[in-house]
């Protein structure tokens, strides 16, 4: 496979938010190329189901009460003025997606629903886009590490091309997007085997901080004998336990808390009993993805009960993310832009989870503005940057200090998971449990770095398991900071909201991990709505 050696922006990601980046970076007259883990337009979260849009008219004050409601809802840690950006841009880009082709359905009065979004025939339609916008799509084609210049610019990547041997590319660019998607442990979540957290990881190393890492314990129901997490159908399910108790519990924050507690002490059923016969063919046409392994299992979930398990989700659907600065998505870091699910979604949904709707928002807006705002960034820097000396950052899971002592990565991936993906872990947080698990994770990150080997597993697997242990590390320092309950994160310890703690959690190092409260007026209140 053949790929450019050097382009003026590089979009690492290929789902909606490194999509949207790319036209835009292309719509200012630049040489993009993007490089996608997978297959652009049908890996990650997107494609694999679709979601609901955060999509608002302008007319009336119908934008002021939804962005007063997830004010409320995220534990006061959005900002207004990013909220505002974001639905109008939304709106705007939903037009044009109606306008390149995409098969709105139609309501009974003959009007378009763009509500929402089926993500194989959105991605199918951004992936055509791209392509005839002249970006250069590299697809099977992970990035593994940043490269930066001698200021410590970030002026391109390397990665592997997976299906050519894992031959090496590297690609030098006048500025970098990271559209990388968050990290969901390799839980088994539908779609999201990709979302590792590369892309912070690979931020980390030169430097970036992150925001908003305790709001990671977003947790999903799936059939127990499945990966489908898609959510909105269980407003229609009742639960019950293995003997027919019936668990009170309803669709509101603490009937989730209390659902998910009751999985703490035995097998949760549930059931889709309470959807009315005559919308039943409705909710089958509108997500058959959803309803597909129920029939392959020949079970009618309307009319039986199946057994059900939590799935960790932790940064796709959480919050967490590389901290940025500007209304064009900059990291902490010079040269560096991040979009989507590798931003932390605080400013538009605070503490709480974005779901599809706000987080598919989001990935549309911040992948714009970041694409948009490399391109500047490139076409105004110092020519320099095409000839400098170009070092790769890149660290834990590519060059191990003590090869003597080699690590598989499946022992860390399995490492990790053991303190994150259960509930009694990561959920119902503790600072003793907290401690407990960072005294293995910590160590373990020095020997990861002293061992993690290419060669005993492909460089991407290595990588891989470095981002997860990282990420863990990560969440779990900023829960420790957050010595409250708010939104998704809960201690037991500290049960209440502590009006004193309505500010973010800045996080970021390796070898030593730091968290430090930042004031929630600055800098997000500087930018302005447009």
Known sequence: MQSPEQVDVLILGGGPAGTWAALAAAAAGQRVALADKGYCGTSGATASGGNNLWYVPPEGGARAAAIAARERAGGYLTDRDWMARTLARTWDAVGELADWGYPFPLDE?????????????????????????GVTILDQSPALELLVDPDGVVTGAAGVHRQHGDQRWEIRAGAVVLATGGCAFLSGALGLNVDTGDGALMAAEVGAELSGMEFSAQYAIAPAFGAQTKGLMYQFASYSTGDGTVLAVGRTPAGTVALQRAMLRTQVYAQLDRAEPGIR????????????????????????????????EGTVRGTGGLRVLDQGCATTVPGLYAAGDTASREPI?????????????????????????????????????????????????????????????????TAVQSRVLPLEHNRFRTGAGLLASLAVLDPLWGHAVDALVPG???????????????????????????????????????????????????????????????????????????
């Open 109 to 133: 009065g003959g009007a378009q629903y763009r509500g929402s979004l089926q993500g194989p025939e959105y991605m199918r339609l951004m992936r055509r886009k791209v392509r005839r916008a």
């Open 281 to 312: 063919d409705a909710m089958r046409w509108s997500q058959p993805n959803f309803f597909l392994p129920f029939t392959k299992m020949g079970i009618d979930p309307f009319a039986q009960r199946f057994a059900v398990r939590p799935v960790l």
């Open 456 to 530: 005993l597993a492909p460089a991407t697997r290595t990588r891989e398991a470095a981002a997860l242990l990282a990420h863990a590390r990560w969440m779990y320092r900023a829960a420790l900071a957050r010595t409250e309950s708010r939104a998704i994160h809960l201690r037991e310890d500290h049960p209440d909201t502590d009006p004193a703690q309505t500010r973010r959690i800045r996080t970021g190092g390796l070898d030593h991990v730091w968290t430090r409260p930042e004031d929630i007026s600055a800098p997000h209140r500087e930018v302005r709505a447009s």
């Open 349 to 413: 949904t605070g503490g709480i989870s974005g779901g599809g709707s706000h987080n598919g928002a989001w990935a549309i807006s911040s992948g714009g503005w970041a694409g948009a705002a490399a391109a500047q960034f490139a076409a105004t820097r110092p020519g320099g940057w095409r000839r400098a000396r170009l070092d790769p950052a890149g660290g834990a899971g590519l060059r191990p200090r003590n090869t003597a002592a080699a690590l598989h990565p499946d022992e860390v991936v």
